[in-house]
C-alpha cells in the first residue's frame, strides 16, 4: 500500500511566525505534552526513521518544525508542553506563539494532539480541546506508546478518553497508536489525507477509533 507521506521532507525550524512558508494551501499541525513522543508520531506517519529528530529530554522541540509535502501540502510539529527542563520565560514565550498561531494561521486544517496513553488528558490537553471546540477546528486524539499498556487497558483508556471527548463536539476523535507495533497508522494516515485533501492509499481501517470516522 503506497504511502501518501513519504515524501515528506524537512522544510525549516521557526522560531517566529514571520519565518514560516506563505500563509497558503492546507497544513496540519502536531501538539502534544514534551514527552508525548510526536517526532516518532510524525515518522512513523511518513515511514522514515529520522526525518523529525527524537530526543530523551523532554521540551526539545524549541520552535515550530515545518515538514513539506509540495508547496501546498505541510505537516508542522509544534514545541512541546507539560514538563519541560526550560524556563518558565520559554514556556511562556512557547505559548504566545502557539496562542497566535492557532489564532491567525488561514491554511491549518486541523490539530493532531498526541497523548501519552499512560497520561492522557492533562491540563494542557484539556486548554486545546476546548479551544477546537470554541473555533470548530477538528482535533484528531492519537493515545501514542499504547504497546506500554496491555490489550485490556489500552481499550479502557481508549473507551474513557472517548467518552471525555464527546463534550468538545462532534470534530473531536481519537485512536490508539503505536509506533514500534505500527497501530493505528493508516487511520492516522487517512485522517491527515481527509484534512489536506489528498487522495488515500487505501480503504483500511483498524479497531481502536472514537469519534469521527475517518472513512467518513
Given at each position: 500500500?503506497?504511502?501518501?507521506?513519504?515524501?515528506l521532507?524537512?522544510?525549516?525550524s521557526?522560531?517566529?511566525?514571520?519565518q514560516l512558508?506563505?500563509?497558503?494551501?492546507?497544513e496540519?499541525?502536531?501538539?502534544?505534552?514534551?514527552?508525548?513522543?510526536?517526532?516518532?508520531?510524525?515518522?512513523?506517519?511518513?515511514?522514515?526513521?529520522?526525518?523529525?529528530?527524537?530526543?530523551k529530554?523532554?521540551g526539545?522541540?524549541?520552535?515550530?518544525?515545518?515538514?513539506?509535502?509540495?508547496?501546498?501540502?505541510?505537516?508542522?510539529?509544534?514545541?512541546g508542553?507539560?514538563?519541560?527542563?526550560?524556563?518558565?520565560?520559554?514556556?511562556?514565550?512557547?505559548q504566545?506563539?502557539?496562542?497566535r498561531?492557532?489564532?491567525?494561521?488561514?491554511?491549518?486544517?486541523?490539530?493532531?494532539?498526541?497523548?501519552?496513553?499512560?497520561?492522557?488528558?492533562?491540563?494542557?490537553?484539556?486548554?486545546?480541546?476546548?479551544?477546537?471546540?470554541d473555533c470548530?477546528?477538528?482535533?484528531?486524539?492519537?493515545?501514542?506508546?499504547?504497546d506500554?499498556?496491555s490489550?485490556?487497558?489500552?481499550?479502557?483508556?481508549?473507551?474513557?478518553?472517548?467518552?471525555?471527548?464527546?463534550?468538545?463536539?462532534?470534530?473531536?476523535?481519537?485512536?490508539?497508536?503505536?509506533?514500534?507495533?505500527?497501530?493505528g497508522?493508516?487511520?492516522?494516515?487517512?485522517?491527515l489525507?481527509?484534512?489536506?485533501?489528498?487522495?488515500?492509499?487505501?480503504?483500511?481501517?483498524?479497531?481502536?477509533?472514537?469519534?469521527?470516522?475517518?472513512?467518513?
Open positions: 500500500m503506497e504511502n501518501p507521506f513519504y515524501n521532507s524537512f522544510c525549516l521557526a522560531t517566529a511566525l514571520a512558508p506563505a500563509d497558503r494551501g492546507a496540519v499541525a502536531f501538539v502534544g505534552g514534551s514527552n508525548a513522543g510526536k517526532s516518532s508520531v510524525i515518522n512513523t506517519i511518513a515511514a522514515r526513521k529520522s526525518l523529525a529528530r527524537t530526543s529530554t523532554p526539545r522541540t524549541r520552535a515550530i518544525n515545518v515538514f513539506v509535502l509540495d508547496e501546498a501540502h505541510r505537516l508542522m510539529d509544534l514545541p508542553f507539560g514538563y519541560a527542563r526550560v524556563s518558565q520565560a520559554m514556556k511562556q514565550q512557547w504566545q506563539t502557539l496562542n498561531y492557532l489564532q491567525c494561521r488561514r491554511s491549518l486544517r486541523g490539530l493532531v494532539l498526541v497523548m501519552d496513553i499512560r497520561r492522557p488528558m492533562k491540563a494542557f490537553d484539556l486548554e486545546l480541546l476546548s479551544w477546537c471546540r470548530a477546528m477538528p482535533v484528531h486524539v492519537l493515545l501514542a506508546k499504547s506500554k499498556l490489550h485490556g487497558r489500552a481499550a479502557a483508556t481508549l473507551d474513557k478518553v472517548g467518552s471525555s471527548l464527546q463534550r468538545f463536539g462532534p470534530q473531536a476523535s481519537v485512536q490508539l497508536f503505536s509506533a514500534p507495533a505500527r497501530q497508522v493508516e487511520d492516522a494516515r487517512a485522517v489525507c481527509d484534512w489536506l485533501g489528498l487522495p488515500r492509499a487505501g480503504p483500511k481501517k483498524s479497531p481502536g477509533n472514537k469519534g469521527r470516522d475517518p472513512g467518513a
